[in-house]
């Protein structure tokens, strides 16, 4: 099994909060059950950022 994980750069689309998020590769960070950590919003998007 591989335990590769991969970086994103999340941004709220509620509240312009950015974080850095890591999730198992293969995983669409959009469609995992993340929630900004600010507000709770899940209107987030994801840009790919590399292996972490
Ligand atoms: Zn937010």
Redesign the pocket.
């Known amino acids: 099994m591989s335990e590769d994980m991969v970086l994103w750069s999340m941004t ?6 950015e974080w850095m998020q890591s999730t198992p590769e293969g995983s669409d960070p959009t469609k995992e059950e993340i929630e ?6 899940t ?1 987030l998007d994801a840009a790919y950022v590399g292996r972490s």
């Open positions: 709220c689309n509620a509240c312009d909060h900004c950590p600010e507000c709770g919003s209107l």
